[in-house]
Protein backbone atom coordinates (compact mmCIF):
# COMPACT_ATOMS: atom_id res chain seq x y z
CA UNK A 1 0.00 0.00 0.00
CA UNK A 2 1.19 3.35 -0.86
CA UNK A 3 0.82 6.31 1.44
CA UNK A 4 0.30 8.65 -1.58
CA UNK A 5 -3.15 6.56 -1.94
CA UNK A 6 -4.55 7.65 1.14
CA UNK A 7 -3.95 11.40 1.44
CA UNK A 8 -7.23 11.66 -0.42
CA UNK A 9 -8.90 9.98 2.36
CA UNK A 10 -7.13 11.81 4.65
CA UNK A 11 -7.92 14.92 3.37
CA UNK A 12 -11.79 14.00 2.56
CA UNK A 13 -12.51 12.48 6.09
CA UNK A 14 -12.15 16.59 7.64
CA UNK A 15 -13.50 18.29 4.86
CA UNK A 16 -16.94 16.28 4.61
CA UNK A 17 -17.37 16.51 8.21
CA UNK A 18 -17.07 20.48 7.88
CA UNK A 19 -19.36 20.68 4.77
CA UNK A 20 -21.92 18.42 6.80
CA UNK A 21 -22.22 20.24 9.69
CA UNK A 22 -21.99 23.66 8.06
CA UNK A 23 -24.98 22.77 5.38
CA UNK A 24 -27.27 20.15 7.84
CA UNK A 25 -28.74 21.73 10.94
CA UNK A 26 -28.42 19.60 14.06
CA UNK A 27 -27.95 20.52 18.13
CA UNK A 28 -24.71 21.51 19.25
CA UNK A 29 -23.93 17.95 21.11
CA UNK A 30 -24.73 16.11 17.49
CA UNK A 31 -22.54 18.27 15.86
CA UNK A 32 -19.76 17.70 18.67
CA UNK A 33 -20.42 13.72 17.92
CA UNK A 34 -20.22 13.93 14.35
CA UNK A 35 -17.02 16.05 14.46
CA UNK A 36 -15.10 13.99 17.61
CA UNK A 37 -15.84 11.09 15.03
CA UNK A 38 -14.08 12.51 12.16
CA UNK A 39 -11.06 12.94 14.20
CA UNK A 40 -11.04 9.61 15.51
CA UNK A 41 -11.36 8.80 11.52
CA UNK A 42 -8.62 10.90 11.02
CA UNK A 43 -6.04 9.45 13.72
CA UNK A 44 -7.05 6.20 12.65
CA UNK A 45 -6.07 6.63 8.98
CA UNK A 46 -2.25 8.99 9.63
CA UNK A 47 -1.86 5.12 11.75
CA UNK A 48 -2.57 3.23 9.09
CA UNK A 49 -0.42 5.68 6.83
CA UNK A 50 2.50 4.75 9.22
CA UNK A 51 2.96 0.96 7.56
CA UNK A 52 2.29 2.59 3.86
CA UNK A 53 5.44 2.98 1.12
CA UNK A 54 6.24 6.51 1.58
CA UNK A 55 6.38 8.23 -1.49
CA UNK A 56 5.98 12.06 -3.80
CA UNK A 57 4.02 12.81 -6.75
CA UNK A 58 2.64 16.24 -8.08
CA UNK A 59 0.65 17.43 -5.57
CA UNK A 60 1.42 15.48 -2.61
CA UNK A 61 4.12 13.91 -0.78
CA UNK A 62 4.59 12.19 2.35
CA UNK A 63 8.01 11.21 4.09
CA UNK A 64 9.27 10.65 7.36
CA UNK A 65 9.01 14.54 8.58
CA UNK A 66 5.53 15.43 7.53
CA UNK A 67 3.78 12.17 8.79
CA UNK A 68 5.08 12.70 11.97
CA UNK A 69 3.23 16.01 12.16
CA UNK A 70 0.31 14.37 10.60
CA UNK A 71 0.01 11.81 12.88
CA UNK A 72 0.54 14.69 15.79
CA UNK A 73 -1.80 16.91 14.03
CA UNK A 74 -4.44 13.94 14.48
CA UNK A 75 -3.59 12.85 18.00
CA UNK A 76 -4.36 16.54 19.15
CA UNK A 77 -7.51 16.39 17.19
CA UNK A 78 -8.67 13.57 18.70
CA UNK A 79 -7.91 14.42 22.55
CA UNK A 80 -9.63 18.30 21.75
CA UNK A 81 -12.71 16.92 19.96
CA UNK A 82 -14.08 15.63 23.65
CA UNK A 83 -13.01 19.05 25.67
CA UNK A 84 -14.83 20.91 22.39
CA UNK A 85 -17.66 19.22 22.92
CA UNK A 86 -18.01 20.02 26.81
CA UNK A 87 -16.56 23.73 26.10
CA UNK A 88 -18.96 24.99 23.32
CA UNK A 89 -21.79 23.43 24.55
CA UNK A 90 -21.50 25.80 27.99
CA UNK A 91 -20.76 28.73 25.29
CA UNK A 92 -24.52 28.32 24.04
CA UNK A 93 -25.76 27.25 27.07
CA UNK A 94 -24.34 30.56 28.46
CA UNK A 95 -25.78 32.62 25.58
CA UNK A 96 -22.00 33.55 24.97
CA UNK A 97 -22.46 31.85 21.79
CA UNK A 98 -25.50 31.41 19.55
CA UNK A 99 -26.41 27.18 18.41
CA UNK A 100 -25.91 28.22 14.96
CA UNK A 101 -22.52 29.28 16.21
CA UNK A 102 -21.86 26.51 18.22
CA UNK A 103 -22.41 24.08 15.21
CA UNK A 104 -20.09 26.37 13.13
CA UNK A 105 -17.78 26.57 15.06
CA UNK A 106 -17.33 22.58 14.67
CA UNK A 107 -17.78 22.61 11.11
CA UNK A 108 -14.33 25.18 11.28
CA UNK A 109 -12.87 22.87 13.51
CA UNK A 110 -12.86 20.67 11.18
CA UNK A 111 -12.27 22.61 8.31
CA UNK A 112 -8.98 23.85 9.83
CA UNK A 113 -7.87 19.86 10.11
CA UNK A 114 -8.54 19.89 6.60
CA UNK A 115 -6.36 23.12 5.67
CA UNK A 116 -3.78 21.67 8.18
CA UNK A 117 -4.05 18.22 7.21
CA UNK A 118 -3.15 19.52 3.18
CA UNK A 119 -0.22 22.09 4.12
CA UNK A 120 0.97 18.88 5.65
CA UNK A 121 0.89 16.76 2.91
CA UNK A 122 1.37 18.99 0.12
CA UNK A 123 4.58 18.22 -2.35
CA UNK A 124 3.71 21.91 -4.52
CA UNK A 125 4.48 25.44 -2.78
CA UNK A 126 1.60 27.36 -4.01
CA UNK A 127 -0.39 24.28 -2.45
CA UNK A 128 1.41 24.48 0.31
CA UNK A 129 1.03 28.42 0.77
CA UNK A 130 -2.81 27.65 -0.09
CA UNK A 131 -3.20 25.78 2.63
CA UNK A 132 -1.56 27.49 5.23
CA UNK A 133 -3.68 30.69 4.16
CA UNK A 134 -6.98 28.48 4.38
CA UNK A 135 -5.98 27.19 7.95
CA UNK A 136 -5.22 31.06 9.19
CA UNK A 137 -9.15 32.02 7.83
CA UNK A 138 -10.77 29.04 9.73
CA UNK A 139 -8.88 29.88 12.95
CA UNK A 140 -9.85 33.58 12.40
CA UNK A 141 -13.55 32.55 11.34
CA UNK A 142 -13.82 30.59 14.78
CA UNK A 143 -12.99 33.95 16.92
CA UNK A 144 -15.32 35.72 14.79
CA UNK A 145 -18.25 33.57 16.26
CA UNK A 146 -18.26 35.32 19.55
CA UNK A 147 -19.25 38.63 18.36
CA UNK A 148 -17.71 40.08 21.11
CA UNK A 149 -14.66 43.70 20.50
CA UNK A 150 -12.25 41.55 21.84
CA UNK A 151 -12.65 38.44 19.59
CA UNK A 152 -13.21 40.60 16.73
CA UNK A 153 -9.83 42.15 17.52
CA UNK A 154 -8.63 39.07 17.70
CA UNK A 155 -9.91 37.79 14.75
CA UNK A 156 -8.62 41.12 12.94
CA UNK A 157 -4.93 41.09 14.24
CA UNK A 158 -4.95 37.30 13.10
CA UNK A 159 -5.60 38.29 9.44
CA UNK A 160 -4.00 41.98 9.52
CA UNK A 161 -0.53 40.13 10.55
CA UNK A 162 -0.75 36.72 9.18
CA UNK A 163 -1.33 38.14 6.28
CA UNK A 164 1.23 40.31 5.51
CA UNK A 165 3.39 37.35 6.64
CA UNK A 166 1.47 34.92 3.82
CA UNK A 167 1.86 37.70 1.51
CA UNK A 168 5.89 38.13 1.94
CA UNK A 169 5.81 33.86 1.84
CA UNK A 170 4.30 33.95 -1.46
CA UNK A 171 6.99 36.49 -2.93
CA UNK A 172 9.73 33.97 -1.41
CA UNK A 173 8.17 31.57 -3.17
CA UNK A 174 7.91 32.82 -6.60
CA UNK A 175 11.47 33.87 -6.29
CA UNK A 176 12.07 29.86 -5.53
CA UNK A 177 9.97 29.11 -8.42
CA UNK A 178 12.11 31.40 -10.74
CA UNK A 179 15.27 30.30 -9.24
CA UNK A 180 14.18 26.39 -10.01
CA UNK A 181 13.09 27.61 -13.41
CA UNK A 182 16.08 27.02 -15.65
CA UNK A 183 16.78 23.87 -13.76
CA UNK A 184 13.27 22.14 -13.86
CA UNK A 185 11.16 23.70 -16.62
CA UNK A 186 8.85 26.12 -16.79
CA UNK A 187 5.17 24.67 -15.14
CA UNK A 188 4.43 22.47 -12.26
CA UNK A 189 7.81 20.35 -11.50
CA UNK A 190 9.71 24.32 -10.53
CA UNK A 191 6.71 24.38 -7.76
CA UNK A 192 7.23 20.80 -7.16
CA UNK A 193 9.15 20.50 -3.63
CA UNK A 194 10.51 17.30 -3.92
CA UNK A 195 11.80 18.15 -7.47
CA UNK A 196 13.29 21.79 -6.73
CA UNK A 197 15.03 19.90 -4.09
CA UNK A 198 16.61 17.46 -6.40
CA UNK A 199 17.78 20.19 -8.58
CA UNK A 200 18.69 22.64 -5.94
CA UNK A 201 22.44 22.63 -6.59
CA UNK A 202 21.58 23.29 -10.18
CA UNK A 203 19.20 26.64 -9.63
CA UNK A 204 20.23 30.20 -8.86
CA UNK A 205 21.92 30.40 -5.60
CA UNK A 206 21.40 34.36 -5.66
CA UNK A 207 17.05 34.30 -6.00
CA UNK A 208 16.70 31.16 -3.56
CA UNK A 209 18.85 32.98 -1.48
CA UNK A 210 16.68 36.04 -1.54
CA UNK A 211 13.54 33.98 -1.56
CA UNK A 212 14.31 32.11 1.71
CA UNK A 213 14.19 35.44 3.59
CA UNK A 214 10.59 36.54 3.01
CA UNK A 215 9.12 33.70 3.26
CA UNK A 216 11.42 32.68 6.24
CA UNK A 217 9.52 36.05 8.12
CA UNK A 218 6.24 34.88 6.28
CA UNK A 219 5.88 31.72 7.88
CA UNK A 220 7.89 32.95 11.00
CA UNK A 221 4.65 35.52 11.15
CA UNK A 222 2.33 32.17 11.59
CA UNK A 223 4.69 30.18 13.80
CA UNK A 224 4.75 32.97 16.26
CA UNK A 225 7.95 34.06 15.77
CA UNK A 226 8.86 37.96 15.76
CA UNK A 227 8.82 40.25 14.68
CA UNK A 228 5.53 39.74 13.04
CA UNK A 229 3.92 37.56 16.50
CA UNK A 230 1.62 40.22 17.84
CA UNK A 231 -1.46 38.43 17.05
CA UNK A 232 -0.86 35.53 19.67
CA UNK A 233 -1.47 37.13 22.71
CA UNK A 234 -4.84 39.05 21.51
CA UNK A 235 -5.87 35.21 20.18
CA UNK A 236 -5.11 33.21 22.57
CA UNK A 237 -6.82 35.43 24.89
CA UNK A 238 -10.06 35.28 23.52
CA UNK A 239 -12.37 32.13 22.20
CA UNK A 240 -12.92 28.33 23.85
CA UNK A 241 -10.37 26.61 25.21
CA UNK A 242 -10.03 24.45 22.00
CA UNK A 243 -9.30 27.42 20.00
CA UNK A 244 -5.74 27.59 21.81
CA UNK A 245 -5.34 24.26 21.45
CA UNK A 246 -5.27 24.83 17.60
CA UNK A 247 -3.54 27.78 17.36
CA UNK A 248 -0.35 26.15 20.17
CA UNK A 249 -0.97 22.99 19.43
CA UNK A 250 -1.22 22.76 15.85
CA UNK A 251 -1.33 26.03 13.69
CA UNK A 252 2.19 27.01 14.67
CA UNK A 253 3.37 23.37 13.48
CA UNK A 254 1.62 23.76 10.29
CA UNK A 255 3.47 27.06 9.55
CA UNK A 256 6.98 25.80 11.28
CA UNK A 257 7.02 22.74 8.49
CA UNK A 258 6.89 25.10 5.60
CA UNK A 259 9.73 27.04 6.95
CA UNK A 260 11.77 23.77 6.83
CA UNK A 261 10.87 22.52 3.69
CA UNK A 262 12.44 25.64 2.30
CA UNK A 263 15.17 25.95 4.72
CA UNK A 264 15.73 22.18 3.32
CA UNK A 265 15.80 23.55 -0.49
CA UNK A 266 18.68 26.22 0.57
CA UNK A 267 20.73 24.14 2.80
CA UNK A 268 21.00 21.45 -0.66
CA UNK A 269 22.08 24.54 -2.40
CA UNK A 270 26.37 24.57 -2.22
CA UNK A 271 26.33 28.19 -3.85
CA UNK A 272 23.56 29.67 -1.72
CA UNK A 273 23.35 31.39 1.75
CA UNK A 274 23.36 29.31 4.22
CA UNK A 275 19.54 29.28 6.49
CA UNK A 276 21.60 28.33 9.58
CA UNK A 277 22.18 31.61 10.74
CA UNK A 278 19.06 33.12 10.00
CA UNK A 279 17.06 30.30 11.96
CA UNK A 280 18.99 30.92 14.69
CA UNK A 281 19.16 34.70 15.33
CA UNK A 282 15.20 34.70 14.22
CA UNK A 283 14.51 31.92 16.68
CA UNK A 284 16.67 33.65 19.38
CA UNK A 285 15.36 37.20 18.90
CA UNK A 286 12.21 35.08 19.12
CA UNK A 287 12.54 33.13 22.52
CA UNK A 288 14.26 36.34 23.68
CA UNK A 289 11.47 39.32 23.05
CA UNK A 290 8.59 36.37 24.36
CA UNK A 291 10.68 35.96 27.84
CA UNK A 292 10.80 39.81 28.13
CA UNK A 293 6.86 39.67 27.72
CA UNK A 294 6.66 36.67 30.05
CA UNK A 295 7.72 39.38 32.99
CA UNK A 296 4.62 41.67 31.94
CA UNK A 297 2.06 39.06 31.71
CA UNK A 298 -0.89 38.78 34.09
CA UNK A 299 -3.24 37.01 32.44
CA UNK A 300 -2.90 33.12 32.33
CA UNK A 301 -3.83 32.77 28.40
CA UNK A 302 -1.28 35.41 27.46
CA UNK A 303 1.29 34.11 28.93
CA UNK A 304 0.93 30.93 27.53
CA UNK A 305 0.37 32.81 24.09
CA UNK A 306 4.32 34.31 24.87
CA UNK A 307 5.36 31.09 26.06
CA UNK A 308 4.20 29.11 22.59
CA UNK A 309 6.40 32.20 20.90
CA UNK A 310 9.28 31.63 23.26
CA UNK A 311 9.20 27.53 22.48
CA UNK A 312 8.90 28.02 18.82
CA UNK A 313 11.89 30.23 19.10
CA UNK A 314 13.63 27.43 20.70
CA UNK A 315 12.64 25.25 18.02
CA UNK A 316 13.93 27.51 15.70
CA UNK A 317 17.35 27.63 16.92
CA UNK A 318 17.07 23.56 17.25
CA UNK A 319 17.11 23.77 13.44
CA UNK A 320 19.34 26.29 12.36
CA UNK A 321 21.78 24.31 14.37
CA UNK A 322 21.23 21.15 12.68
CA UNK A 323 22.60 18.16 13.29
CA UNK A 324 21.38 15.16 14.50
CA UNK A 325 21.63 16.80 18.42
CA UNK A 326 19.92 19.85 16.83
CA UNK A 327 17.06 18.22 15.25
CA UNK A 328 16.20 15.54 17.42
CA UNK A 329 15.89 18.77 20.06
CA UNK A 330 13.71 20.48 17.44
CA UNK A 331 11.59 17.71 16.89
CA UNK A 332 11.16 17.12 20.73
CA UNK A 333 10.47 20.81 21.33
CA UNK A 334 8.00 20.71 18.51
CA UNK A 335 6.25 17.42 19.63
CA UNK A 336 6.14 17.63 23.42
CA UNK A 337 4.73 21.56 22.87
CA UNK A 338 1.90 20.89 21.19
CA UNK A 339 0.99 18.27 23.45
CA UNK A 340 1.70 20.31 26.84
CA UNK A 341 -0.13 23.13 25.38
CA UNK A 342 -3.10 21.40 24.11
CA UNK A 343 -3.86 19.83 27.04
CA UNK A 344 -3.08 23.02 29.54
CA UNK A 345 -5.20 25.08 27.26
CA UNK A 346 -7.99 21.96 27.58
CA UNK A 347 -7.72 22.13 31.84
CA UNK A 348 -7.97 25.72 31.99
CA UNK A 349 -11.24 26.29 31.53
CA UNK A 350 -14.22 29.24 29.92
CA UNK A 351 -13.08 31.45 27.46
CA UNK A 352 -11.05 34.97 27.93
CA UNK A 353 -9.49 36.67 30.51
CA UNK A 354 -12.88 37.23 32.46
CA UNK A 355 -12.69 33.77 32.80
CA UNK A 356 -12.44 33.57 36.56
CA UNK A 357 -14.85 36.17 37.21
CA UNK A 358 -17.91 34.33 35.40
CA UNK A 359 -18.99 32.25 39.23
CA UNK A 360 -17.89 29.39 40.43
CA UNK A 361 -20.90 27.34 39.74
CA UNK A 362 -19.56 23.70 40.02
CA UNK A 363 -15.99 24.14 40.82
CA UNK A 364 -15.84 21.32 42.88
CA UNK A 365 -16.69 18.74 40.00
CA UNK A 366 -13.36 18.73 38.44
CA UNK A 367 -10.82 18.95 41.41
CA UNK A 368 -8.03 16.93 39.65
CA UNK A 369 -7.98 19.46 36.39
CA UNK A 370 -5.73 21.87 39.25
CA UNK A 371 -3.31 19.44 38.67
CA UNK A 372 -3.24 19.12 35.03
CA UNK A 373 -2.87 23.08 34.91
CA UNK A 374 0.06 22.51 37.43
CA UNK A 375 2.07 20.01 35.70
CA UNK A 376 1.28 21.45 32.27
CA UNK A 377 2.61 24.89 33.75
CA UNK A 378 6.10 22.80 35.15
CA UNK A 379 5.98 21.39 31.72
CA UNK A 380 6.14 24.20 29.78
CA UNK A 381 8.34 26.06 32.30
CA UNK A 382 10.70 23.15 31.04
CA UNK A 383 11.88 21.81 34.51
CA UNK A 384 12.18 18.14 35.03
CA UNK A 385 10.85 15.02 34.94
CA UNK A 386 8.68 16.89 31.97
CA UNK A 387 9.98 16.24 28.29
CA UNK A 388 10.72 19.63 27.87
CA UNK A 389 13.54 19.56 30.07
CA UNK A 390 15.07 17.25 27.47
CA UNK A 391 14.49 18.81 24.50
CA UNK A 392 16.07 22.37 26.32
CA UNK A 393 18.93 20.57 27.56
CA UNK A 394 19.48 19.20 23.72
CA UNK A 395 19.05 22.48 22.87
CA UNK A 396 21.57 24.43 25.17
CA UNK A 397 24.33 21.47 24.52
CA UNK A 398 23.84 21.53 20.49
CA UNK A 399 24.31 25.37 21.07
CA UNK A 400 27.66 25.05 23.00
CA UNK A 401 28.94 23.07 20.53
CA UNK A 402 28.12 25.65 18.02
CA UNK A 403 29.18 28.80 20.15
CA UNK A 404 29.76 29.56 24.09
CA UNK A 405 27.84 32.93 23.54
CA UNK A 406 24.51 31.23 21.86
CA UNK A 407 24.39 28.80 24.85
CA UNK A 408 24.98 31.45 27.37
CA UNK A 409 22.03 33.24 25.58
CA UNK A 410 19.60 30.53 25.16
CA UNK A 411 20.30 29.00 28.66
CA UNK A 412 19.84 32.87 29.90
CA UNK A 413 15.86 32.86 28.09
CA UNK A 414 15.29 29.34 30.00
CA UNK A 415 15.61 30.76 33.13
CA UNK A 416 14.44 33.97 32.89
CA UNK A 417 11.17 31.92 31.68
CA UNK A 418 11.45 29.67 34.36
CA UNK A 419 11.28 32.63 36.57
CA UNK A 420 8.43 33.92 35.18
CA UNK A 421 6.61 30.55 34.88
CA UNK A 422 7.04 29.94 38.48
CA UNK A 423 5.56 32.97 39.85
CA UNK A 424 2.23 31.85 38.23
CA UNK A 425 2.23 28.42 39.32
CA UNK A 426 0.42 29.79 42.56
CA UNK A 427 -2.53 31.53 40.47
CA UNK A 428 -2.54 28.64 38.28
CA UNK A 429 -3.41 26.24 41.52
CA UNK A 430 -6.25 28.73 42.45
CA UNK A 431 -7.38 29.09 39.13
CA UNK A 432 -11.21 29.22 39.63
CA UNK A 433 -11.58 28.12 36.10
CA UNK A 434 -10.02 25.18 35.85
CA UNK A 435 -11.56 24.35 38.89
CA UNK A 436 -14.92 24.67 37.16
CA UNK A 437 -17.46 22.86 34.72
CA UNK A 438 -14.80 22.56 31.69
CA UNK A 439 -14.60 19.33 31.13
CA UNK A 440 -17.41 16.45 31.66
CA UNK A 441 -17.10 12.56 32.77
CA UNK A 442 -14.21 10.99 29.95
CA UNK A 443 -13.37 14.19 28.52
CA UNK A 444 -10.51 14.57 30.95
CA UNK A 445 -8.77 11.32 29.69
CA UNK A 446 -7.13 13.19 27.03
CA UNK A 447 -5.44 16.02 28.96
CA UNK A 448 -4.09 13.56 31.22
CA UNK A 449 -2.88 11.26 28.22
CA UNK A 450 -1.39 14.34 26.67
CA UNK A 451 0.43 15.12 29.80
CA UNK A 452 1.20 11.73 30.10
CA UNK A 453 3.05 11.64 27.15
CA UNK A 454 5.08 14.55 27.59
CA UNK A 455 6.33 13.11 31.40
CA UNK A 456 6.98 9.44 29.80
CA UNK A 457 9.31 11.38 27.09
CA UNK A 458 11.06 13.16 30.10
CA UNK A 459 11.67 9.61 31.94
CA UNK A 460 12.07 6.99 29.42
CA UNK A 461 12.39 7.09 25.43
CA UNK A 462 11.89 4.24 23.87
CA UNK A 463 14.39 3.22 21.27
CA UNK A 464 11.88 3.03 18.57
CA UNK A 465 10.91 6.53 19.35
CA UNK A 466 14.39 7.83 19.47
CA UNK A 467 15.59 5.32 16.11
CA UNK A 468 12.60 7.06 14.24
CA UNK A 469 13.47 10.73 15.59
CA UNK A 470 17.29 10.19 14.65
CA UNK A 471 15.63 9.35 11.28
CA UNK A 472 13.77 12.44 10.91
CA UNK A 473 17.02 14.47 12.22
CA UNK A 474 18.69 12.77 9.26
CA UNK A 475 16.21 13.61 6.50
CA UNK A 476 16.79 17.55 7.98
CA UNK A 477 20.37 17.93 7.60
Known amino acids: MNALDIVPTLLAIPAAAALLLALLPCTVRAAAVVGGGACVALLATTLVMLGAERGAGELFLVDRLNLHLLVLTALIAAATAPVSAGAIAREVEATRLSHRGGRLFHALFQAFLAA ?46 CGAGLGLALLGTVLVYAAAQ ?42 GLAPMNGWLARAHGQGAAPVGAVLSGLLLNVALLAMLRFKMLLAASSAGLKPGGLLIGLGLVSALAAVVMLHRCRDMRHLLAFSSAQHMGLATVAFGLGGTAGNVAGLLQVTLHALTKSALFAAL ?23 AVLAGVVAVAGLPPFGLFASAFLIVTAAAAHSPFLAA ?19 AWASE ?19 GLVLLAGIWLPEPVAVWLRSLAEQLG
Open 116 to 161: AMLALAANNLVLLWIAVEAAVLACAAMFSLWRTPRSLAACWSLLVM
Open 349 to 371: GPAGRDADRRGTEGRARAPGLRW
Open 182 to 223: PATGAGMPALTWSRVLEVSAEADPALLSLGFVPVLLGYGAVA
Open 409 to 427: AVLLGLVAALVALAARLPA
Open 433 to 451: SCAGRMVDGLAVVPVFMQL
